[in-house]
């Protein structure tokens, strides 16, 4: 059995999504960010980070932070949605650690900036939104030859992507303008475990359709 600690945040859904599609029994234990509840001492004692997402595998104790870290320990586990021959692990370490070191981290910027901080500061607004619109385009250009992000196989990178993605709107991102990624977006949103995961823990923010 799985704790998840978690929130309704791009990195968090990433965990439920993961858990709904593997199928690996779980159980939600909301940290409420608004409240600051990733601040409490019991909480950082499994993520000395303070951030969620995070969980306790109860069959082992081993508790762990990361998403990047906990979606490829979920799928050894259920041995589900990864890549095991060497050349396609590989590749899927590649497109996670980008969506971890690229795509998380960008794109939360731009929620800050561009988002909440609406007018604050422009030239940091400019700055990310730029880079985000970049590394759009790098994925625009993935997805025009491969189905998903490592070729034919949904795995644990288009997991890791999909929630940021699905915050095209706040970004002011047409994603008109990224066809391929489009076409992928609107697949996974088709996908009863990613709706499902969408609303984990239970929140009023239904999952975004483009038009
Ligand atoms: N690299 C981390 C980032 C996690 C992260 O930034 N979580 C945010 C929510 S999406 C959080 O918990 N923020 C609370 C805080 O910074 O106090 C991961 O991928 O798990």
Not at 16 to 41: A, D, R, T, W
Not at 173 to 196: H, M, S, T
Request: charged share 25%; with cysteine.
């Amino acid at each position: 059995m799985i704790d998840l600690y978690t929130w309704f945040t791009p990195n968090g859904r990433k965990i439920s999504i993961m858990l709904e599609e593997c199928g690996l029994e779980y159980e939600v234990h909301p940290v409420s960010l608004g409240k600051g509840e990733q601040h409490q001492p019991d909480f950082l004692k499994i993520s000395p980070n303070n951030k969620i997402p995070a969980i306790v595998d109860t069959d082992n104790g081993l508790s762990l932070m990361e998403s990047g870290a906990i979606l490829l320990y979920l799928a050894e586990k259920s041995g589900k949605l990864a890549l095991t021959d060497e050349v396609g692990r590989w590749k899927m370490m590649e497109w996670l650690m980008f969506q971890m070191a690229s795509v998380g981290p960008m794109f939360g910027q731009v929620h800050v900036f561009t988002k909440y901080g609406e007018g604050k500061n422009e030239e940091a607004s400019a700055r990310y939104l730029d880079e985000a619109k970049r590394l759009y385009g790098v994925m625009d250009e993935r997805l025009e030859n491969n189905h998903y992000f490592v070729g034919d196989q949904y795995t644990i990178v288009d997991i890791a992507i999909f929630p940021w993605v699905g915050r095209w709107d706040w970004q002011t991102i047409d994603l008109g303008e990224f066809p391929n990624v489009k076409r992928w977006y609107l697949e996974i949103a088709d996908r009863p475990a990613v709706q499902k995961g969408w609303r984990i823990p239970e929140n009023d923010q239904p999952l975004p359709i483009p038009e």
